[in-house]
């Protein structure tokens, strides 16, 4: 017969085994280290298809063309190049420039702009696209101007974008023309003529103005905006370029081009863009 001790004995938990001297515990086994996974190999982009020794001709052609080249917007100072270029978005510089003309004599500041009112620049330039927006953003920008930047127009991207209308094409171009910055603004001329050269092939223009940043020669980023607007507009056109007239036929990589023998190189002055119409006294190279 059990006694109430042996059923409490029942409950004690047994002794641990005694550990015997010099046994060692036995330890989990460590897992392996995972090797890390191999990187890939960064594919560093090829910013242009043409040869350096091509651009290297191809500047220097442009260059001998156009030894002085200018814009064809009209403006005097600053300012009125700021709102000309503004003025020029989806409308064309001969445009612009019949409307700017008369708007500039009596407006060529902030202040006088400001004072002349939306409603009469909207009367000045009504023959431009988009005449009711620019007018407000002409206003916008000008009062901005006068408020935040004492009337002058900053030779700063960052701030020139900040103004009503702004963007960084235009920023790019007032700082080019104006105040001598190598910046290249890229327009639907530029960006056509990068992409069929293969000199800064892209698909939108914030692409091709990084490559064209990268693969354009020093001595002749200046004026590189203007060679190839230029000739983009007057060359190179979008339905029907005129390859016969083209100083680098033999360097373009256009698949569709009809000529590849480079047309003479005629000097041109500042006024005059057109090739189809050379300066009279003009020397062939």
């Known amino acids: 017969m059990r006694t109430l001790t042996d059923q409490a004995d029942d409950t004690t938990p047994a002794p641990k085994p005694a550990k015997q001297k010099g046994a060692k515990s036995a330890k989990a086994p460590i897992a392996a280290k995972k090797k890390p996974a191999a990187k890939k190999p960064v594919r560093r982009r090829k910013w242009s298809k043409m040869p350096k ?3 290297e001709a191809l500047f220097d052609r442009f ?3 156009r030894p002085n080249p200018r814009g064809e ?3 005097t100072n600053a300012y009125t190049l700021l709102v000309a270029v503004v003025l020029s978005a989806q409308a064309t510089d001969v445009g612009v420039n019949k409307a700017t003309g008369p708007l500039f004599a009596v407006a060529d500041s902030p202040e006088k702009m400001v004072a002349l009112g939306e409603d009469l620049v909207r009367d000045y330039i009504k023959t431009i696209g988009l005449y009711r927006n620019k007018a407000k953003n002409v206003i916008l920008l000008s009062q901005k101007l006068i408020d935040e930047f004492g009337g002058e127009v900053p030779a700063d991207r960052d701030a020139l974008v900040s103004l009503p209308g702004v963007g960084r094409k235009t920023a790019n171009v007032v700082l080019n023309i104006f105040f001598g910055q190598p910046t290249i603004a890229v327009d639907t001329h530029i960006f056509r003529l990068a992409n069929r050269l293969e000199l800064a092939p892209g698909k939108n223009v914030d692409e091709v103005e990084l490559a064209l940043e990268k693969v354009i020669p020093d001595p002749y980023v200046r004026h590189s905006h203007h060679w190839l607007i230029l000739h983009g507009r007057y060359v190179c056109k979008a339905r029907k370029p005129d390859c016969k007239q083209c100083i680098v036929a033999d360097l373009c ?9 480079p047309a003479p190189i005629v000097v041109l002055d500042s006024y005059e863009n057109k090739l189809s119409e050379p300066n009279k006294t003009g020397e062939v190279l």
């Open 73 to 75: 917007l009209d403006y």
């Open 53 to 55: 020794e091509d651009i």
């Open 253 to 261: 990589r256009f698949k569709d081009k009809t000529y590849s023998v």
């Open 63 to 65: 260059s001998r063309q």
